[in-house]
């Protein structure tokens, strides 16, 4: 197994006109930071990791701040090479991945729901003195409730809040173009459950999600290959709402908690609406085990 400097074997990608992509993970055979288990390989890195730009002349909104500040810096570097002068954040949701590289963006305005800010203020000494620590945890410098729209040059630009994988998620739709920028709203092949208990909030989401206009999506966790040429098409958001169905069901039909992914999630496969990935199993697995845990966990 090769160990690689962080943002080193990151890519830079065009999926769309005024939008950029910084993709990193999924390379066999390629751990970075550390052998050992941690957020940074085993949450992010292994199951491959996007963050996103809108940019229109010299301006450009930063979508999540990848999993470190190396890669920050890469993204801002990429963005004035672009001729990019002037920088805003928005941060989908706390999670780690999403914000580790906060403190490459120091001179410039952060935004986040006002959620996502209240979770970073509570989370900011275990974040601080996690592995790897995310040191400094850089929160954000300005928040709205539930909407906010705004321009990158002429490119409008709306961001939306939802209760889906974490209850303070905000996604960016881009309306003329009809691009949905969905953080970790929507992922391939499978959501990945950090709020159990949040499950039926989360399929309420996913059908208002539905309600806006969008035909192509870009997501933070995807295959590299489909990200590259332009997207996923609204079937990813069909096969979220039919695997947390299904992960509901498993609390009634052992037979449905045994399953492998590849069975589970079967029928989208062969649709092609998402695509199977090896790692992803394991993070089935956790799924289905937190889905059928004691009440009260999470």
């Not at 986040?112 to 790897?132: F, M, R, V, Y």
């Not at 539930?146 to 709306?158: C, F, I, K, M, Y």
């Not at 492998?260 to 089935?284: C, K, P, T, W």
């Amino acid at each position: 197994m090769t160990q690689a400097p962080l943002g080193a074997t990151m890519r830079v990608l065009h999926p769309a006109r005024n939008v950029m992509a910084f993709y990193d993970g999924r390379i066999a055979g390629v751990r970075a930071w550390s052998e050992a288990p941690n957020w940074l390989v085993d949450g992010a890195f292994v199951l491959g990791t996007c963050s996103y730009a809108v940019l229109d002349g010299t301006d450009a909104l930063v979508y999540d701040t990848h999993m470190s500040i190396a890669h920050a810096t890469l993204i801002r570097q990429s963005l004035q090479q672009a001729g990019v002068r002037t920088i805003r954040v928005v941060l989908s949701h706390w999670h780690a991945d999403h914000v580790a590289g906060n403190a490459a963006f120091t001179d410039c305005p952060i935004i986040a729901n006002g959620l996502t800010a209240q979770i970073l203020d509570e989370k900011k000494a275990e974040l601080e003195s996690g592995t790897p620590p995310i040191l400094p945890l850089i929160g954000p410098t300005e928040t709205f409730d539930t909407s906010l729209d705004l321009h990158v040059g002429e490119v409008r630009v709306a961001l939306r809040r939802f209760d889906i994988h974490s209850r303070d998620g905000t996604v960016l739709v881009l309306p003329d173009a009809g691009i949905l920028l969905a953080g970790d709203t929507l992922e391939d092949p499978i959501t990945y459950v950090t709020e159990r208990d949040r499950l039926e909030h989360h399929l309420v989401d996913l059908d208002r999600l539905s309600r806006e206009a969008f035909d192509r999506i870009l997501p933070n966790h995807g295959a590299l290959s489909v990200i590259e040429s332009g997207g996923y098409d609204r079937g990813l958001l069909d096969a979220t709402r039919r695997y947390v169905e299904k992960l509901l069901r498993c609390k009634t039909q052992p037979d449905l908690a045994r399953q492998d992914l590849r069975s589970f999630i079967a029928e989208d496969l062969a649709a092609g609406r998402v695509h199977y990935f090896l790692a992803y199993e394991a993070v089935h697995r956790a799924n289905v085990d937190r889905v059928l845990a004691r009440e009260g966990m999470s």
